[in-house]
DNA sequence: TAGACGTAGA
DNA sequence: TCTACGTCTA
């Protein structure tokens, strides 16, 4: 059940600051950062338009993010490239990648975490970015040969 | 990573009681009751043996646990029968169901665990029950026609 | 690398 | 019911 106390809005958090480290997908989603267990890119709708939340970026599978100190390129979400008895699809402008279209075009701010290796190799690690915006998105072929939509998202400064 | 404080030992874990609940798998794991996310039933090997630590019971899929007050019948881990994609198959006297086996043997206590749906449907719940001891095991011919393995397990009492 | 009684939301 | 950038062990 959802008995979190933070609801999933825009914007900062409050108590936490950039650099703040987690360990599982679950802890941020406790502290308020990032609500959705296992997907990449968390929304909210706000009267009937998707608006994107916050954004784990990840090496993992296919999704080769580029994290520059300030500007991140991030692979947008679908196409089935996880499961590999499913065939890999063009990537839809739904859901996620909607909400990070929609987070451009009305200039809201994104919570952006990065997400890597653990020091000991076995499992993961979250670190929290700080917010950024989103500044431009394209479509690039994958590994597949198939549609990948790529958000460009540049850290707002201070 | 696994930065947890309480090893997997066998039998009662300090300042948890029969009774405490609990939301998440994840939770289990760090007060020290059950250490595999996604497994029903943990272990250690001990000089080459394998000992059953805790048993986490569900109703879900095929696994239709029996619980009473004081026993449960317990049905084996393997043979597939979630993922739909690939055939059922007989248990083996394998991993979780030979360290229940040896637990039995041995006479070591096992903690058992009740897993259960949510109060508000969604998600589930789990409640600490004690601690028990296998008192005998058998096969039966499941919902697909293959083996599985039911572990009768009786609470210690007291 | 694949398998395992996971979770939440569309 | 299915999908989704999970997480651990063998």
Redo the contacts with the bound molecule.
């Keep these: 059940?959802?008995n979190?106390n933070t609801p999933?809005r825009i914007g900062h958090v409050p108590g936490i600051n950039v650099g703040d480290e987690f360990?599982?997908?679950?802890?941020?989603?406790v502290v308020g950062l990032h609500?959705?267990?296992?997907?990449?890119?968390d929304?909210v709708?706000i009267d009937g338009v998707k608006f994107a939340t916050s954004?784990?970026?990840?090496?993992?599978?296919d999704?080769d993010?580029k994290f520059d100190a300030d500007v991140l390129i991030?692979?947008?979400?679908?196409?089935?490239?996880?499961?590999?008895e499913?065939k890999a699809e063009d990537q839809k402008m739904?859901?996620?990648n909607l909400a990070l279209a929609n987070s451009m075009i009305h200039k809201r701010e994104v919570r952006v975490i990065r997400?890597g290796e653990?020091w000991d190799g076995?499992?993961?690690h979250?670190v929290y970015e700080g917010l950024f915006l989103v500044d431009n998105y394209w479509l690039e072929k994958g590994v597949s040969g198939k549609n990948v939509y790529k958000f460009k998202l540049c850290r707002i400064p201070g």
Tied chains: 1, 2.
Excluded: H, P, W
């Design positions: 059940g959802k979190v999933n360990q599982y997908k679950a802890e941020l989603r609500f959705r267990i296992m997907s990449g890119i929304y709708e954004i784990v970026s990840s090496k993992k599978y999704y993010d991030y692979t947008g979400e679908g196409g089935n490239m996880i499961n590999k499913k739904i859901k996620g997400g653990s076995k499992g993961k979250y």
